[in-house]
């Protein structure tokens, strides 16, 4: 099967990215044909600044790499270093319904809030369809909130086949597991729109000050905790080993414990689960080089399906005359 997902460089990852979406992603390269990218011409509708939008979109590519991405695996590469995807976006909006968009949740939100919107974020679920219809994806792992757009893709895919004799291949949504809420430090989903992030590669000491702040309801020391119900417990599950975890599990339930021990016991599994990403990290940053080369190869592989693609498309559209 062909994997195929896209995250947007429009803030440094945090942990509701990785546990919710990029351990996933990772974990699938090693059964499947894995094709991941770097969304920055989605994020370009967000981020207008060239500096910053180049050093996220090059954060990205290391972030991911050093939390485990393996080039020789995957396939990792940066969204507009494909050009014809850009190309297939535009046959792909002749063919799509202006209503079928403005049903869309990403536009919708942003009008109900009285913002001006541009032709980017209401077409963006036509890219979004380009970027997985160019490289004939079968399963596209998301986020509950990315369903919507699945279904868009599969539709203008649908309807092109229908019309012009089968020339894509339908993808199939792939929902990503229960991690799927990360908490932050305020209880809410941990978002980047809510400032209340633990960044993956953030500074340890800065991490550990973030978690000293999380907010946890009132309680004597001596009564128990339920740990499903708790905010502190819920973010160390993800971090700790199985035998932390029934330790902590035991001493919720017998009471006796303060939470600054929690967020201690948090903090220190939090630094240990990510020091070898840490160090891996930190060698990339330090081989640019390398980093330019994966990424280079990546795009290579990532253009010759792309163009294959395309290609047949353009046949069957009436695009080329020989
Ligand atoms: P943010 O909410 O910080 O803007 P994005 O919308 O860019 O994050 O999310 C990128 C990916 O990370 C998506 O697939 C999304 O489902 C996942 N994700 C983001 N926050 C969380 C969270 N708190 N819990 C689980 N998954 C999350
Ligand atoms: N829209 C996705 C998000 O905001 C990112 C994305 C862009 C994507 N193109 C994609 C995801 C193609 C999967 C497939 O999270």
Redesign the pocket.
């Known amino acids: 099967m062909r994997v195929l997902s896209g ?2 460089p ?2 440094r990852f ?1 942990w ?2 990785y ?3 990029i351990r996933q992603y990772i974990d699938l390269q090693h059964e499947h044909d894995g094709y991941y990218f770097i969304a920055n011409l989605h994020a370009l509708t967000t981020v207008r600044d060239k500096a910053m939008l180049q050093s996220l979109t090059r954060d990205a590519a290391i972030d991911l790499l050093a939390l485990g991405l393996d080039p020789n695996k995957a396939t990792l590469f940066v969204q507009s270093d494909v050009p014809e995807v850009s190309e297939l976006c535009w046959i792909l909006m002749t063919g799509t319904p202006m209503g079928l968009l403005e049903r869309c949740h990403a536009f919708k939100d942003k009008q109900a809030r009285g913002l001006a919107a541009d032709a980017g974020l209401f077409t963006y679920p036509v890219l979004m369809a380009a970027d997985i219809l160019a490289y004939d994806a079968n399963w596209v792992p ?2 509950q ?2 369903v919507q757009h699945i279904e868009v893709c599969r539709d203008l895919a649908g309807s092109f086949n229908h019309q012009y004799g089968k020339a894509f291949v339908l993808p199939e949504a792939r929902l ?1 597991g229960n ?6 430090l305020d209880g809410e ?5 809510y400032n209340n ?1 633990l960044g993956i590669f953030e500074d340890a000491k800065a991490v550990r000050k973030k978690i000293m702040r999380i907010t946890t309801d009132s309680r004597p020391m001596e009564e128990p905790a339920d740990p499903d119900k708790d905010n502190l417990f819920q973010l160390y599950r993800l971090v700790a080993t199985t035998e932390e975890l029934a330790a902590m599990d035991a001493l919720y339930r017998r009471g006796g414990f303060g939470d600054g021990e929690v967020k201690k016991a948090l903090a220190d599994a939090a630094e240990r689960y990510f020091e070898s990403a840490r160090q891996r990290r930190a060698e990339l940053e330090n081989n640019p080089a390398h980093v330019t080369e994966v990424l280079l190869a990546g795009a290579a592989k990532a253009r010759a399906t792309a163009t294959t693609v395309l290609n047949r498309v353009k046949q069957a559209c009436g695009l080329r005359t020989f």
Do not use: E, R
Not at 189 to 193: D, I, L, R, Y
């Open positions: 995250i947007q429009t803030g945090h509701g990215n546990f919710g979406a998301v986020g909130d990315q990503l991690a799927a809420k990360v908490p932050g989903k941990m978002s980047k729109s992030t």
